[in-house]
């Protein structure tokens, strides 16, 4: 009896000793991932997008308090297919990538809204501004790559809306003269990979 209790005591240290499992790290699988957003101009919306961004991803939807996501995007990278454009916004007026040149979110924590909806918790900092955000999101599910053995594919997608004028991308000069909205939305398209 005595050697009994003396093995689930030593079992129970171990247990209690042994490192919990991490939610794991996912990577992003940049030929499936896609970072949009849309602006009203007078009356048609532009579209537009980021093609270099990357970060920190560390996800499992029965690990929230384990989970962390840091995005990194580069404002440089921005994209509406129009060359004289996209210079504008990179200068001084918007973006000024030279001295801002990364658009950065970063979780604080995840809340379960049900089902497979989440919402992620954390600080968005663009330009000069940082601000306290809750960017609501959609987990689509996890299953191994069809296409690639021995791999996991997770997918994600957000949508968001801010005033742009809040973060100093714009001094509100065109939003006056009813040529550039102060609302952008955000769209987040996210094919996730990690080893099985």
């Known amino acids: 009896m005595r050697k ?6 030593l079992l129970l240290t171990l247990m209690l000793a042994a490192p919990a499992m991490a939610a794991p790290q996912w990577q992003f ?7 949009s957003f849309e602006v009203k101009h007078i009356f048609a919306p532009v579209m537009g997008r980021f093609t270099k961004f990357g970060g920190t991803f560390i996800f499992d939807p029965t ?5 962390k996501v ?5 404002t440089a990278s921005i994209d509406t297919d129009l060359t ?3 210079d ?3 200068g001084p007026e918007f973006f000024e990538v030279k ?13 379960s ?8 918790h954390g600080t968005l900092t663009i330009k000069d501004v940082s601000q306290k955000i809750q960017l609501p999101f959609v987990h689509l599910g996890t299953r191994a790559h069809p296409m690639k053995p021995k791999t996991w594919v997770t997918g994600f997608e957000a949508r968001y809306e801010l005033d742009r004028l809040k973060y100093h991308v714009g001094t509100g000069k065109y939003y006056d003269a009813g040529v550039v909205g102060d609302k952008v939305k955000l769209y987040f398209h996210l094919e996730m990979l990690r080893p099985q």
């Open 70 to 74: 840091v995005l990194e995007i580069q």
């Open 88 to 90: 504008h916004l990179k």
């Open 84 to 86: 004289v454009r996209d």
């Open 29 to 35: 699988d940049y030929p499936h991932c896609r970072l």
């Open 63 to 67: 690990d929230l308090a384990g989970s």
């Open 113 to 120: 809204k049900g089902g497979n909806r989440y919402l992620a």
């Open 99 to 111: 001295r801002y040149p990364l658009i950065l979110f970063v979780s604080e924590r995840f809340e």
């Open 4 to 9: 009994l209790k003396t093995s689930l005591l």
